[in-house]
């Protein structure tokens, strides 16, 4: 829609201890949206959520993340999807709508993180979430749009930074998880992932190469590739 998202985390310690989360005058631990296009500094759109609402800051588009670690949009119909770093036991996927609370420092995914939380029905709980048996960081990625693999059409996937896990998310029309297996397991810690302009995803991983994601093939994927600059 052009404007600029960004996602901050709690900017706390462990647990939230300021309570940014859940501060609807703190920008920490919310999704912003913002115009930066034809100003000097920035502008609130008008249809942002709570704007006019002195309790809230206009810039917030969703609050109670605590540390959104990548994001990205569906190029097909426009869904935010985003990957919630959890503190201690849970990672989580949401999809953020428009003036959601994603729960923390009350919820870690689907479970109360501290006493006295408010009803589960002011939230928005995750449409995945893992523990720590599978991985202890999230690193989201991207519903996949591209045309190399065409099992992975529509599918959301996504890698864990610790155990170095990548895998594939099925959601059906009405965000119901369907699907969740494994893709494979990159040989560094996972960071990113990147799409290019057809749609095709590439895996960034924090040693320093970037994977592509392709279909099986039982090609060498480097034949007649140049073995010398002067080629």
Known sequence: DGMLYWGLGDGGSAGDPQNNGQNNLSLLGKMLRINVRGVPTYTVPADNPFVGNASYRPEIWALGLRNPYRFSFDRENGRLWLA??????????????????????????????????????????????????????????????????????????????????????????????????????AEQNVSAFGEDEAGELYVVGYGGTIYAVRGDSSSDPLAGFPAQLSD
Do not use: C, M
């Not at 919630?84 to 995914?109: C, P, R, S």
């Not at 895998?167 to 699907?179: G, H, I, M, S, Y």
């Open 84 to 185: 919630d770093v959890g503190q201690n036991a849970l990672e989580e996927i949401d999809v953020i709508e428009k003036g959601g609370n994603y729960g923390w420092n009350w919820y870690e995914g689907n479970n109360q993180f501290r006493s006295g939380a408010p009803a589960r029905s002011l939230f928005e709980f995750p449409l995945y979430e893992y523990g720590r048996d599978l991985g202890a960081s999230v690193t989201g990625g991207y519903v996949y749009r591209g045309s190399l693999v065409p099992s992975l059409q529509g599918k959301y996937v996504y890698a864990d930074f610790i155990s170095s896990r990548v895998w594939v998310l099925t959601a059906d029309a009405n965000l119901n998880v369907t699907d969740h297996v494994d893709l494979a397991t």
